[in-house]
């Protein structure tokens, strides 16, 4: 064990030190388009200047699939979806939840949850975000 | 009378499409273009200018095509643009002609793909340190597909469609697969396709789940091919033969579009713009409208994908894509064939063949040369293809009126 925290996000866009876990984006001040990598510009407006904003916890499902047939390394079955969350679109699977189309549907209200993802050496443990039924 | 920039393909040509295993893409592509001036009566000789694409191999094919078929220090331009790779090649020898530098340009696409297996996705293996290290522009401690979403083509395009059914209603599984089942039954009758067996919708539905709801034969088929085109103005195909201008076929819209920022396209790829703009300047280029087609052949990648694109390409009313295909409008013997050829789904999806082959498609049906698939007096046809990332090209065909 170290001094140091134990868990670290699975993505730089999930906080997990600040209240409830949530997403953030970086936004953009000339135009307000919000994006999860990193930036070197606006590719709407070309601006260069972004702030920090917060995404809802809450959302519908935009689209999904059940991804059965998946690259070598990538655990199946395992549903991924698009999420409307308060009018901006997160990518993320749709978990705790049967990976069946009785169980998924377009439209299904969802919230942020995490998981564990695994463990390093240092006891640190990864966490990463889906979407579960609302 | 001709224009002198009226764009006109002199000749074409498609390699049959399959698993080629005693040629590699140098025999595939030398092929190809043997066809295409072979087709289009002249040699390397008159070629102004060569445009090249293959994504799997290992770099600069239009050079090693150029070993085997002519080298005459011609421009050779390697092209690489996903999918619409050889939808790009032809675009780039058109543009040249069109500039006025040549009057004559090649252009060719060729990819051996069977067996490769799914593509898209995956990506770096899983750390095997022992500290989780934040990377790339996710600043993600390990690979996102799986974890966040999918990357996968058969996955991406499912919500492509997914997404069009949550917007407007009315997809199904069943429906998705009754798209499939059409293009597997056009295929019967395409001799070059890879594939050329009917389907039933039984088949196709209780055929392996590869995303849902893409069964298998609900996904492009890969497999090795590859198609050329040689392209002309107006003015020098005044001064050919009759018999090269009788069967060379009029380019009346070549366009090339990528995807414009709107929200959510960074999220998931928004293949739906970018084709309707690309074809609403098509339209326009060409003074057509859709209802002028005779026949379209588009970029089924996956079942899923084949429905958002009647909407985009304006073949039904927007939102109404479900009730186009319930018509039978899209079936060979409806008002509008949809991939007569068979489609991605069972003529296959060699990547960067496939920009060409489609117009390859749609100029044996226009110069009345398509043997038993021939859509009777047809006389203009659409040929659309989309690179995932994204690219999207166009073109509209017209028959000569000589």
Known sequence: MTDTATQIPFV?????????????????????????????????????DFTTAEIATNGEVRSFTIVTFAAPGVDVPFVASVVDCGGTSVRGNIINCPPDPEHVTLGMPVRLATYVVGTDDHGVEAVNYGFEPA | MSRSDDIWILGIHMTKFGKHFDKDVVDLGSEAIMGALADAGVTMADIGILAAG???????????????VGQTGIPAYNVSNACATGATALRTAIMAVKAGEVDMGLAVGVEKLAGVGLLGGGGTAKSDGNEWEPSGRYGAVGPVDGRIGTEAMPGV????????????????????????????????LNPLAAYSKAMSLEQIMGDIMIAYPNTRPMCSANCDGAAAAVVTNGEKLKTLSLEQQRRAIKVTASVLTTDPYEEACQVLPNVNTLTRNAAKQAYEQAGVGPSDLDLVELHDCFATAELVHYDNLMLCEEGGAVDFFESGAPWRTGSMPVNVSGGLQSK???????????????????????????????KIGLAHVIGLGSACGIHILEKSAV
């Open chain 2, 348 to 378: 296959g999806h060699p990547i960067s063949a496939t920009g060409i082959a489609n117009i390859w498609e749609v100029a044996q049906h226009v110069r009345g040369e398509c043997g038993d698939r021939q859509i009777d007096d047809a």
């Open chain 2, 157 to 188: 395009f499912a919500q492509v469609g997914m997404e069009y059914g949550h917007k407007y209603g009315g997809t199904s599984f069943e429906l998705f697969a009754k798209i499939s089942e059409k293009n597997h039954s056009h295929s019967t």
């Open chain 2, 54 to 68: 293959n994504l799997m191999g290992r770099g600069g094919i239009a050079q090693q095509l150029q070993k085997q």
């Open chain 1, 12 to 48: 730089d866009y999930l906080v997990l030190d600040d209240g409830e876990p949530h997403l953030i984006a970086h936004e953009c001040t000339g135009c307000g388009a919000r994006y999860f990598d990193r930036r070197n510009a606006c590719a709407g407006c070309f601006g260069t």
